[in-house]
């Protein structure tokens, strides 16, 4: 039988609510007296038990709603602000849609930055961002960074401007020494084995010196990123393997659409004319793309455990 201790009525076993208060009803065997809702007991306990039940009810109810709900990334971190924050989106979702954050004010600043390109300096300001918004990626940001502090997203720039010049006259100073020496040499078997070993360096210094990148966004210091071999590790991880294919069909599939979109303007007088400027939006969209990118992949190795995650409160300027 089904009892209301509240109405002190019984009711068919089953159901679950009074229908006369709306109170929930307990099971009581059959055959038991029933006890008097006018009994001697201390209201004081009853109430007491009345609401441990409901507790009850309401904790189990929370957690069958939760029960297998995988946490986010901010609720992993909710209970410990100095966690790290991992990405809970797949790659292709992510970096994706991640440039086109803030209602895309930030692409829009970084597309005239890319029109005044030629002058240089505007070009420095748009790596300096760039490089920000991968920082912001790699420590579990889950949106883009503010397009202020001018100074320093300046400053970041006109390191990583520098460093991007100084990795391409090594790598074309290595590149000529092999064809000076391939020159001088009559050999013909000596010169087909200069210039493959010359390839194969070549390639292998390409590949490792991209590495430079998603470490920098790692450790946001140029003196961590070329100490303790951290570039070669992460240059042999898989993690790296994984951006530069990804990297590379990004490239090559935007390439195909870009081409497909400029022969239909060149069709036509406007297109003529708008195809400089349509031109730079791809420009700086994947520029952010390529950061951003490179940022989740180092959040990802961070996750698994192969390199140093960066702490959410570290600052997104270099040091």
């Not at 029933?34 to 007491?48: L, T, V």
């Not at 935007?254 to 297109?271: C, E, K």
């Amino acid at each position: 039988m089904s009892y209301c201790h509240d109405c002190d009525e019984g009711f068919e076993r089953g159901t679950i609510l009074c229908p006369e208060c709306g109170s929930k009803l307990t099971e009581e065997p059959d055959g038991v007296e029933m006890s008097s809702g006018w009994s001697n007991e201390d209201p004081a306990e009853d109430e007491s038990t009345d609401w441990s039940i409901h507790d009850s009810d309401a904790d189990t109810a929370t957690t069958d709603r939760n029960w297998g709900a995988e946490p986010t990334g901010a609720d992993r971190n909710a209970s410990d602000p100095s966690e790290p924050i991992y990405h809970d989106s797949s790659l292709l979702d992510f970096v994706i849609t991640y440039p086109f954050g803030q209602g895309g004010k930030p692409i829009i600043i970084s597309s005239l930055l890319w029109l005044g390109s030629i002058f240089i300096v505007p070009a420095i300001f748009a790596f300096g961002y760039a490089y920000r918004v991968g920082r912001a990626v790699a420590r579990g940001d889950p949106d883009l960074p503010a397009f202020d502090d001018w100074v320093e997203i300046g400053k970041d720039g006109l390191i990583l401007f520098g460093l991007y010049l100084l990795l391409s006259i090594v790598l074309t100073a290595v590149m000529l020494a092999f064809v000076f020496v391939s020159a001088v040499v009559d050999d013909p078997l000596l010169v087909f084995s200069i210039v493959g070993v010359g390839l194969f360096l070549m390639l292998a210094a390409s590949y490792v010196s991209g590495a430079v990148v998603p470490v920098l966004l790692g450790t946001g210091s140029l003196k961590k990123t070329f100490s303790d071999g951290r570039i070669l590790e992460f240059a042999l991880s898989v993690h790296y393997l994984k951006g530069v294919l990804f990297f590379t069909a990004f490239w090559v599939g935007m390439s195909i659409v870009g081409n497909i979109i400029s022969i239909f303007l060149i069709l036509s007088l406007v297109g003529i004319i708008l195809l400089p400027l349509l031109a730079i939006v791809p420009a700086a969209y994947a520029t952010l793309f390529t950061f951003a990118m490179w940022g989740y992949i180092y959040n990802e190795a961070a996750e698994a455990g192969d390199v140093t995650p960066v702490e959410p409160d570290a600052p997104l300027t270099m040091s």
